[in-house]
């Protein structure tokens, strides 16, 4: 048998397989091991528990959708397309919703993701804090449709709207609705 190199992100996909399949209650080290054909104490050096599998998990999935933003020259553009990205990862990501509301980032991480979002609306024009406001906002907005449209309602309001539709509306009024002053 070949040695898998373990990295962060093999380890973050093959989590995201099993958490796809599996749900978030059965995602496990030893589920997520056993997909990469190794030991789950091989893992503990890059996660130590669970709850650091989950931050992996969330801060890999968030970071691949800043690489879906195509190039924009207005933050407007920008922040639509970080709210679309977003949205079709956190569908596309099965209990999504609680993953993000469940995984505790590390200071260092959130500093991190904070600047890999803010830095672009800052390049387009926004002031430091405002960026951080306005993808904030966004990012509210996506967890919040996500939750509606994978909680145990769903069902009941896709059947009352078109949720894709509402969201992007959503989205849209958000991001023409904000005002760049403060």
């Not at 009024?173 to 403060?182: K, R, V, Y």
Request: aromatic share 6%; charged share 20%.
């Amino acid at each position: 048998m070949t040695e898998r190199k373990l990295t962060r992100a093999t380890i973050a996909a093959a989590a995201l397989d099993v958490l796809n399949e599996q749900g978030l209650d059965q995602l496990s080290l030893r589920k997520v091991a056993a997909r990469l054909d190794v030991k789950a104490p091989s893992l503990y050096w890059h996660v130590a528990d669970k709850n650091m599998l989950l931050a992996l998990l969330a801060e890999s999935i968030f970071t691949d959708c800043l690489t879906k933003i195509p190039a924009c020259t207005d933050w407007r553009d920008w922040l639509r397309g970080f709210g679309m990205a977003l949205w079709q990862a956190q569908n596309a990501t099965r209990d999504a919703g609680r993953l993000i509301l469940g995984a505790g980032q590390p200071i260092d991480v959130l500093e991190a993701m904070q600047e890999a979002t803010a830095a672009p609306l800052v390049a387009l024009g926004l002031a430091p804090e405002r960026a951080i406001m306005m993808q904030a906002s966004v990012q509210a907005l996506v967890t919040g449709w996500t939750t509606f449209a994978q909680g145990p309602n769903a069902a009941y309001l896709q059947s009352r709207l078109p949720i894709d539709t509402a969201f992007a509306e959503g989205l849209d009024a958000l991001i023409h609705g904000l005002d760049p002053a403060p």
